[in-house]
């Protein structure tokens, strides 16, 4: 009986390997050979993939994989069809060696393709002839082939496979790695018809809606079924509004307004947009007004040309209508319980206060009162109806900037908890800063006065000209300066008091003298620098022996020598002394030093057993 065929076929080969020397005698020679390993193990892998299953002939008998070859080298499997990689490892090899993409193909099975005579013969689709299928015959009506998480017989996975028809009125999904035949799920109020062929999706509510007969309704269905004409979501096309609430006290003004929640009101305003609960925007003369939040207020009932492009999101309230003359435009507050009153390019973030002025006072300027605190506060209050706040910035607690008077703050910014600027001395102008804590700054006169720490006051500092400068600088805590101009202070606790042109550096200090330099801890300080000179008011100490100067002992001879910290770039000025240790001697003796590198070496005229002192001043000209 003929044995039935396999697509299975064979392959053989011999342990070697080329590019090797023979040794004879423990010499090497020049010539490379091609060496036998006997014996060696051989591995065979899908192409790709893993572990192939292997036969030791065409009859299903089952070989090991790996295997030993024979002891004269040479190997040989049987394996399906398919796209195989051999290798071969033993002690003897250098490393191990692949045969790469072997093709395995039985010439004798009907339709192989590599059958003598038989390419491009007729097979079936999903057949053994296609290395990369799951065979399936025949073919059944309505199945789809796919790719699937399926391995061929050669290994090869995914592959082609067939998806059988799904049931009438499913549909083909995905799951993101599988097409799939499925269901689709109606969503409430809509239908799902499966008409033989075609699906029908379709709405419930019987007949729909009636038209009405005005165009300032927004239609809905109000239950199911019920046509509902609204008049708290309306629309009207002629003058650009809509309205969403649920309560009849909504007034809705003129030209692009929308309201969005209950007890919203807009009257006369243009591009106005209000959400949330008692929202309020009187909007006499406004454009672009935003209002987000409960119980936001935007008003400008006053005279004077109204409030621009204004915005109040949270409990806030923006443009003041009970005081002024003059409107104010481009505000924005943020926050529960700001204000901006009457101000000009103005935004508040947090529970701020801005520009808030009397009747008879100017109008306020600013930019910017920063982010999520408490507190903080801009005024500007002019009796004389000249007070200007302008230019200001705050950032952070409890921060206030407050002019009275006729003066004018200009161009001033706060950053951090409790600082001042104030005008009840004089004007603040020229650009003043403050970052810090409990800091205060007034009558700046003309000056840009910066101060950064805690605790630190500047009082009508005043302009001076100092190398050309005119900017003044506090760093540090607990520092004042009176009356000054063009002062640095950094340090603690020190005091400047009618003084132009210092700059103190330390703690305690207290100036005597302008266009002086200070360095120090105690009031006289312990450094003062002025043009071309540099006066000590205190010892000049080593911090340890020779760092400027040392001493050495001589016995019965002429020189010594010690050591200093540092060379010197330069020859240094040396000065030498007997030491106050050592006794007069009877016969005077002199010495002098030199440097080399860190070795000082002090020599006297005659030989001696003293004690030699040596100070160093660095490279002098």
């Not at 950032?395 to 950053?415: E, M, P, R």
């Amino acid at each position: 009986m003929a044995t039935p065929a396999k697509a299975r076929e064979g392959w053989s080969g011999w342990c070697e390997e080329g590019g090797r020397h023979v040794v004879t005698s423990g010499l090497s020679s020049t010539t490379l050979v091609q060496q036998s390993h006997p014996s060696c193990v051989v591995t065979i892998y899908i192409h790709g993939a893993g572990l192939a299953t292997i036969y030791s002939d065409n009859n299903n008998t089952l070989l090991a994989n790996p295997f030993t070859a024979q002891t004269g080298g040479m190997w040989q499997f049987f394996a399906n069809d398919g796209v195989y990689d051999v290798t071969m490892t033993s002690a003897g090899f250098s490393q191990p060696v692949t045969f790469s993409s072997i093709l395995l193909c039985d010439p004798f099975v009907a339709g192989a393709v590599c059958a003598a005579g038989t390419a491009g013969s007729a097979h079936n689709l999903l057949s053994t002839t296609h290395l990369d299928t799951i065979p399936a015959s025949p073919p059944v009506r309505g199945d789809l082939v796919t790719a699937q998480n399926q391995t061929s017989p050669t290994g090869i996975n995914p592959s082609w496979a067939r998806l059988p028809l799904g049931t009438s009125g499913q549909v083909l999904l995905s799951n993101g790695s599988d097409a799939l035949w499925g269901n689709l799920t109606a969503g409430t109020g809509i239908t799902i018809t499966n008409n033989s062929g075609s699906l029908t999706i379709a709405t419930g509510g019987g007949g729909g809606c009636t038209l009405p007969s005005h165009d300032t309704a927004v239609l809905s269905e109000h239950p199911a079924g019920t046509c509902y004409d609204s008049t708290h979501f309306t629309w009207d096309d002629t003058a650009f509004n809509l309205q969403i609430s649920n309560a009849s006290a909504n007034t809705v003004g003129t030209n692009n307004t929308y309201l969005i929640g209950p007890n919203n009101t807009a009257a006369g305003s243009t591009f106005a947009f209000g959400m949330g609960t008692g929202n309020f925007l009187d909007t006499s003369g406004q454009t672009s007004v935003y209002a987000f939040g409960s119980g936001n207020q935007v008003e400008a009932v006053i005279t004077g040309g109204g409030d621009i492009l204004n915005m109040a999101i949270g409990h806030t309230t923006v443009g003041d209508s009970t005081s002024a003359t003059s409107g104010g435009k481009n505000n924005m507050s943020v926050g529960v319980g700001g204000g901006i009153y009457n101000s000009d390019t103005v935004s508040s973030f947090g529970n701020s206060q801005i520009g808030k002025l009397a009747a008879a006072s100017s109008q306020s300027f600013g930019t910017v009162v920063g982010g999520n605190f408490i507190q903080n506060k801009v005024q500007g209050v002019g009796s004389s109806g000249t007070g200007t706040v302008t230019a200001f910035g705050i950032f952070g607690d409890a921060n206030s900037i407050n002019q009275s008077g006729t003066g004018t703050v200009s161009t001033a910014y706060i950053g951090g908890y409790s600082n001042r600027v104030a005008t009840s001395l004089a004007n603040v102008s020229g650009g003043s800063t403050i970052w810090g804590f409990d800091n205060e700054l007034d009558g700046s006169v003309g000056n840009v006065v910066e101060i950064y720490g805690s605790s630190n006051t500047s009082h009508t500092s005043q302009v001076a000209t100092c190398l050309g400068a005119s900017d003044s600088y506090i760093g540090g805590m607990i520092n004042t300066a009176t009356g000054s101009g063009n002062f640095g202070i950094f340090g603690a606790n020190a005091t400047v008091t009618n003084r132009n042109c210092v700059g103190v550096y330390g703690y305690n200090i207290t100036p005597a003298a302008d266009n002086t330099m200070y360095y120090g801890i105690s009031s006289a300080a312990e450094l003062q620098i002025t043009a071309g000179h540099a006066a000590l008011s205190v010892h000049l100490d080593q911090t340890a022996a020779g760092k400027f100067g040392n001493k050495c002992a001589m016995s019965a001879a002429t020189t010594c020598t010690f050591s200093i910290a540092a060379s010197y770039t330069g020859t240094p000025l040396c000065v030498t002394s007997i030491d106050a240790a050592s006794a007069v001697p009877a016969t005077a003796n002199v010495a002098k030093c030199s440097v080399s590198g860190t070795t000082v070496t002090i020599t006297a005229g005659s030989s001696n057993s003293l004690t030699w002192d040596a100070i160093l001043i660095g490279n002098p000209n």
